[in-house]
């Protein structure tokens, strides 16, 4: 018997591991991604005014969020600006105004006033990784979270972002939209 509890202790310690862990959508890197194409350049592709379309998705797996923004974005050179203006459909909005910074090698530096310290960045192929730390708003909680963006270039010019959220590691929320150039088909 104290054996079959050992065996089952160990099992659901090795299963809780597995999901706190999670390996899929955290383990992938940029370079899994480097011989994709088209090449994701952030200054072309997040350039200009664009149209996001996506849900929020809670810790249950459930949608507790949608939203329609749009975004702006310019540049000279390596420094850039993103702007972003949610509206959502319970009525709400949000403004956040992104400055952006390339570095060597597709990796890119970003700031924002909900961003807690410097975003990090690495393009690579067809896609883009960007890792922030977020403080969100007080009517949201006020929580700040971890966050893990991908964004993947399509063939068409639409990208399409997948961001994890995580509090003390657990995941708590996940985003998906599609950002395309305003005007472009849907």
Not at 5 to 15: I, T
Not at 136 to 157: F, I, Q
């Amino acid at each position: 018997m104290k054996l079959f509890l050992g065996l089952s202790l160990g099992l659901v310690l090795l299963l809780l591991l597995v999901l706190l862990l999670r390996p899929g959508f955290r383990s992938q890197k940029p370079s899994d991604y480097a011989a994709t194409g088209p090449e994701f350049d952030i200054r072309r592709h997040l350039s200009g005014a664009m149209i996001s379309e996506g849900v929020i998705y809670g810790p249950m797996g459930r949608v507790v969020s949608r939203f329609i923004a749009d975004m702006n974005g310019a540049w000279e050179g390596d420094h850039g600006t993103l702007a972003e203006d949610f509206h959502y459909a319970g009525g709400g909005s949000q403004a956040r105004l992104w400055a952006l910074t390339m570095g060597a090698d597709g990796a890119f530096t970003a700031t924002a006033p909900d961003i807690i310290g410097t975003a990090t960045g690495q393009q690579s192929g067809a896609t883009v990784r960007l890792s922030y730390r977020i403080r969100l708003p007080e009517d949201a909680g006020g929580h700040v979270l971890d966050v893990t963006d991908w964004m993947y270039l399509m063939e068409n010019g639409t990208i399409l972002n997948r961001s994890e959220m995580r509090k003390f590691g657990l995941r708590v929320g996940e985003l998906i939209a599609t950002i395309r150039p305003l005007g472009a088909a849907r």
